[in-house]
DNA sequence: ACAATCTCTGAGCAGTTGCTTAGCATCCGT
DNA sequence: ACGGATGCTAAGCAACTGCTCAGAGATTGT
């Protein structure tokens, strides 16, 4: 689909770019996310980016060299404000509860799982979201192996990686789910799922979301 | 990508459509097929699908109306096998062993991810994927409830529904992660549950694999 | 005031896509 | 032998894509 365009050598790195801290940038990568959202990537075009935003196609181009560009920004962008997201919260209070009540935002795993569809067919996309994925990784278990002590559970009950990914394919099936409009047995195990963390962590206030 | 495309009322119905039973048909099937599971679903177009085949792009619209048409005989092909395989395995031994072992084959998840996120921007194709996943969902459901039974657990433990969204969820999240190389903690958590699952049917051979 | 820089746009290229139409060649029942 | 069905193909249309280029306006530093 976007294979086989050749790249002329000449200028390429050294075209013009637009601003990192322009407000027209910002709307562009906004217009992308949505787009993202609401009709998968195959809609992220440099026209129908513009369209929404109410911008020339040019302009796209003009701030991202190319839609790998746009793609990668959109996703850092979101990467950024979760993994921050998530260690304000932790920080606060590192537990189970947390984890869980951070994790079942599902806005975030349809998110993830355009990107992985998106990543399974662009090289280019696919370390940079790999990369991601394993810092993302790398803080939750942390915060699992903490949680998991605070509540006294040992390693050799559950290991900590072994909670975090079910934890994650949870959500992630959950997510899956929803978008193609399957519902059934979601409200049982999402109840018994917080049914057995709150047993782990009775001070805290049941189910307070 | 395809929106917008106007059909003209006259003739649509009246074209004329290669044998159901064609040789050449699975030809093309089978190229669409693999194009999805290596190069994601932007790659199957009519020409890719067709050299891939070594056939010419007019012989794809000759056996098949439209695209979708192709992508949701693709799936059919695979959801009916996959399903016949599964009441199969489970006729001949209806126990969690059997269920994980279905599940755990990672080559079902990575294609039907691949359908997923293509069904999240093709209505005509969503709604028969739901279908099949509804169908899927509830055999799998009545084999889990079974197998939990027989295994001396009662509803009241753990729900037949929540151990098979679990369940689901945990090879999902395996084939996504492994799509993107990340790998670690895959196989403690694989360890983990086939230990647990051994433990509650010691009967049988642990880990004939 | 003037030059340099930045933001933006009109026009367009080369490539891809889904799908159609008209027609050729072959087979098959009668 | 022949008329119809079947398998296949050459040619092409209209729409879309990423991306470039030259240059017009606007802004800014001096």
């Known amino acids: ?29 906004n217009a ?52 921050a997201r998530f260690e304000r919260a932790i920080a606060a209070d590192c537990s189970l509860h947390t984890l869980w009540r951070l994790n079942a935002d599902l806005r975030g795993a349809s998110f993830s799982i355009e990107f992985v569809a998106l990543a399974n067919h662009r090289k280019a996309i696919r370390s940079e979201i790999a990369a991601y994925a394993e810092r993302f990784r790398a803080a939750q278990l942390a915060a699992v192996g903490a949680a998991l002590v605070a509540d006294g559970l040992s390693a050799d009950q559950i290991p900590p990686v072994v909670a975090l990914v079910l934890m994650t ?23 018994y799922v917080e049914r057995a963390i709150a047993r782990l962590e009775p001070q805290r206030a049941p189910s307070q979301r």
Request: charged share 25%.
């Open 169 to 191: 394919g949870l959500t992630q099936v959950l997510a899956l789910e929803k978008a193609l409009g399957m519902t059934a047995g979601h409200e049982a195990t999402i109840e």
């Open 1 to 29: 689909m976007w294979q086989g365009v050749p790249v002329p050598i000449t200028s390429t790195s050294s075209r013009r770019i637009g601003a990192a801290d322009s407000k027209t940038r910002e709307r562009l990568l």
């Open 32 to 83: 992308a996310e949505q787009l993202l959202l609401e009709e998968g990537y195959a809609a992220v075009t440099s026209r129908r980016v513009a369209a929404k935003a109410g911008l020339k196609p040019q302009l796209v181009h003009y701030y991202f060299r190319t839609m790998d560009d746009l793609f990668l920004e959109v996703y850092r962008r979101r990467a950024d404000e979760s993994l």
